[in-house]
C-alpha cells in the first residue's frame, strides 16, 4: 500500500501520497484535493486516505518524449499545447495564455501528478474551487477557457475521449458596476488637469469614448482637419511575452465596429493643431537624438517616444491622487463619455456606434440602468394605457 498522510490547507483536507518512481527513483509527493472542508469532516477524510492509498498504482515515469500521449502529464500537455497554439491567436492574446498555464494551471496540476488520460472533471473542479479562495470568479473563467481548449484538442487529436472540462460546474460572475465620473466630476477632473502633460488625452477619452489602446494608437493621418474627422483605425496594445513587456502595433481595432469616423468639434481640434505645431518644433530642436520609431503618432514625449498604456496609466492615477478625486479606473473615462450620452437623452444605437461596441446588446447591458429618459417615456406610456383610480383610502387602524 502506498504511503500517504491526512495536510490541511486554506480550511481543506488534502491526501499527501509518497513514492519512488521506478524508472528513475524520483521521490514524488503528489497532493489530491478531497474537497472535504477540515471542521466536522475527520473521518470522512481519514477513510478516503485509506482507499487512495490501497487503490493507488504508481505510474510510470512521466518524462515528455516530444510525442503526445494519453500518459504524457497534463501539466506537460498544456506546455506542448500552448506551444502549438501560440501560432494561431492574436500577439496580444499570448501573453494572457502563457501567464495563465505557466504561473497558474501548469504548477498545480503538475503537483497532483495527473496524467492526460486520467484527469477528470471532479480534478479540474477541485482546481477551480482552491483557486477561488485568492482570485476572481473572471479569472477562473479565464483559466477554464485555457483548459477546456487545450482538451478539445487533445479530442481532436484522438488522444482522450471526451472534454471533461464540459462537466465542470462555473462560477457565477457578479457584473461590477461601471465606475465613472458624473458631468460636474468630469468637468472639474479636466479642469483640475488642464496643464497636465496628458491633459489632451484625457479630454479625448472621456470626450470620445476612446479605449486606453485607440488613444496610444492614434496617428496623425488618422486626422483630417480639412473634413473634421477623427478615423479610429490603428490600435496599440502592451501586454507580457516570455516574461517582456512588448507593445502590439495593429492596423486593427478590437472588432469591426470599432473601427469608426467620430467628428472633430473644434475645441479638440485647435488643441491637436496645436500639438502638431510644437511636435515639429521638438523635432528640430532634437534633431538626430529624436526618435524616429514613432513618427506619425500623436501622443509622444518631447524626444518622440510613444506614451505607452502603462505611462498613461500610471500618470492618470496620480493626477487623481494629486487632485483630491476618489479613484475611477482610466476605463472609466470611457464610461463617463457613455453615462453622459445616456443621461442626456441619446439613443442607446447612436451611443453604441460612438463608442464602438459590436453588438447593441452590449451597449444595453452596461448602461440600461443609467437610461431614466427611456424609463420616463414608459411611464407615460402607461400611464395613458392604464387608467388608476383618483380615490385611495389607506386602512385604519
Not at 515639429?280 to 506619425?296: A, F, T, V, W
Request: charged letters at 25%; hydrophobic letters at 35%.
Amino acid at each position: 500500500m502506498t504511503a500517504g498522510h491526512l495536510q490541511e490547507k486554506n480550511g481543506y483536507y488534502y491526501i499527501v501520497l509518497s513514492y519512488c518512481e521506478k524508472e528513475t527513483g524520483k521521490r514524488c509527493q503528489p497532493w489530491i484535493p478531497t474537497g472535504l472542508p477540515v471542521k466536522g469532516n475527520k473521518k470522512k477524510a481519514e477513510k478516503m486516505l485509506i482507499e487512495t492509498r490501497l487503490n493507488f498504482e504508481i505510474p510510470k515515469s512521466k518524462v515528455y518524449d516530444g510525442n503526445f500521449s494519453p500518459d504524457m502529464l497534463f501539466s506537460d500537455f498544456m506546455k506542448v499545447w500552448f506551444e502549438v497554439e501560440k501560432h494561431s491567436i492574436k500577439r496580444s492574446t499570448v501573453g494572457g495564455y502563457q501567464y495563465n498555464i505557466d504561473t497558474v494551471i501548469v504548477p498545480y496540476f503538475k503537483k497532483t501528478g495527473i496524467t492526460l488520460g486520467k484527469l477528470k472533471a471532479s480534478h479540474i473542479q477541485a482546481f477551480y474551487l482552491e483557486k477561488l479562495k485568492t482570485v476572481k470568479p473572471a479569472t477562473v473563467k479565464k483559466f477554464h477557457a485555457n483548459i477546456h481548449k487545450a482538451l478539445k484538442y487533445a479530442v481532436k487529436m484522438d488522444l482522450i475521449p471526451s472534454n471533461e472540462a464540459d462537466k465542470v460546474d462555473l462560477p457565477k460572475i457578479e457584473k461590477p458596476k461601471a465606475k465613472y465620473f458624473k458631468a460636474e466630476e468630469a468637468a472639474r477632473f479636466l479642469e483640475a488637469t488642464k496643464n497636465h502633460k496628458l491633459s489632451l488625452a484625457f479630454q479625448m477619452c472621456m470626450f470620445y469614448g476612446l479605449r486606453k489602446s485607440e488613444l496610444v494608437g492614434l496617428k496623425w493621418d488618422a486626422i483630417d482637419f480639412e473634413r473634421n474627422s477623427i478615423t479610429i483605425c490603428h490600435t496599440v496594445i502592451e501586454t507580457v511575452v516570455d516574461g517582456k513587456n512588448e507593445l502590439i502595433f495593429q492596423d486593427t481595432t478590437k472588432t469591426k465596429s470599432s473601427y469608426r469616423t467620430l467628428p472633430l468639434i473644434p475645441e479638440i481640434k485647435e488643441k491637436l493643431l496645436l500639438l502638431r505645431e510644437q511636435q515639429e518644433k521638438n523635432k528640430k530642436l532634437c534633431g538626430k537624438c529624436y526618435i524616429q520609431d514613432y513618427k506619425g503618432y500623436v501622443f509622444v514625449d518631447p524626444m518622440g517616444a510613444l506614451y505607452t498604456p502603462r505611462y498613461i496609466t500610471d500618470n492618470y492615477k496620480r493626477a487623481l491622487k494629486e487632485n483630491g478625486f476618489d479613484y475611477v479606473n482610466f476605463h472609466g473615462l470611457r464610461h463617463s463619455c457613455a453615462s453622459m450620452m445616456v443621461a442626456n437623452g441619446e439613443p442607446m444605437k447612436n451611443v453604441q456606434e460612438w463608442l464602438g461596441h459590436s453588438d447593441i446588446s452590449t451597449t444595453a447591458n452596461i448602461y440600461s440602468h443609467l437610461d431614466y429618459q427611456s424609463k420616463l417615456s414608459s411611464a407615460n406610456t402607461m400611464k395613458n394605457a392604464l387608467a388608476l383610480p383618483n380615490e385611495f383610502k389607506p386602512e385604519a387602524w
